[in-house]
């Protein structure tokens, strides 16, 4: 049988959300369901509080009450947790389906909408967390604002980079990959396997997610640059789900996440800022 696109994404999200209602009956801790089932419970990019204090930082650079959008929020994960800082920011979601189809209540603030068409208005910051494989909406996001961030997921989404649109890449910092904290919970609590294997499935981690900062207005290069140096100066608090990153070797500014076999020289350590 052949679907189209809309009906085989809903036919997966049914299966995912049968398989959450397994899951709940023998998992180890609630916490481990935003890491296994993203799109449902969490997100693709592994954020921490560090990474929300970052975004809404750089937003009230440019603003003090900055206009906020989200683009391809979902569920809206990470938008509420900018909310609680910037109660007005907003999201934008193409499926309502994932809302309907579920009977889930879709928040006031998210917006069903067809970004690729045209935004209509101007925003202070336009967050882009995900771009699905074979989707590029990158032009309407470039044309309605002149500061952007954006993560890429390597080996799963579509790289959003914004250089060909006149934007400059003026600071990033890496987090870890969804795939590798899915892999690493996954083969601890809920695959039989020797600890002999284990430790060598742990040591052939090696993806990563990034976080690129990019602004069209130069003007706004030195200011976003202060910010973001305060930022990692002080001492974050953490939301409780981070605990299973730090239990799997993702703690901020370490370079664990890596295999022994690559080359870390290179390599920043996790959460990091760098600045282009």
């Not at 990033?172 to 600890?195: A, E, F, G, L």
Request: charged share 25%; glycine share 6%.
């Amino acid at each position: 049988m052949i679907y189209n696109t809309k009906t085989y994404s809903t036919k997966k999200l049914y299966e995912a959300y049968n398989e959450l209602k397994k899951f709940r009956n023998f998992s180890v801790s609630p916490l481990h369901e935003r890491f296994i089932f993203p799109y449902i419970c969490g997100t693709y990019f592994g954020y921490r509080k560090i990474d929300v204090l970052r975004v809404v930082a750089i937003a009230k650079s440019i603003s003090p009450k900055p206009k906020y959008l989200d683009v391809g929020c979902g569920y809206g994960d990470f938008l509420d947790k900018i909310r609680q800082f910037i109660p007005d920011a907003i999201g934008i979601e193409k499926d309502g389906g994932i809302f309907y189809e579920f009977n889930r209540v879709k928040p006031d603030y998210i917006h069903i909408k067809d970004v690729s068409l045209d935004l209509n208005e101007k925003y202070d910051l336009v967050f882009v967390g995900w771009m699905d494989p074979g989707v590029d909406f990158r032009k309407a996001v470039a044309n309605s604002t002149d500061v952007i961030i954006t993560t890429l997921d390597q080996g799963i989404s579509l790289g959003a980079e914004f250089e060909e649109f006149g934007f400059r890449r003026i600071a990033w910092w890496r987090t870890p990959s969804w795939i590798d904290v899915n892999y690493q919970i996954m083969n601890k609590y809920y695959t039989k396997m020797s600890n002999e294997i284990y430790e060598y499935l742990f040591d052939l981690r090696g993806a990563h997610n990034l976080w690129y900062v990019y602004t069209k207005n130069l003007e706004y290069t030195d200011t976003i640059r202060d910010v973001l140096i305060h930022c990692q100066q002080k001492d974050q608090a953490k939301y409780v789900f981070e605990q299973v990153m730090d239990e799997f070797g993702f703690a901020c500014f370490e370079n664990s996440q890596f295999s022994k076999k690559i080359n870390e020289s290179n390599l920043s350590s996790l959460w990091k800022i760098e600045f282009g």
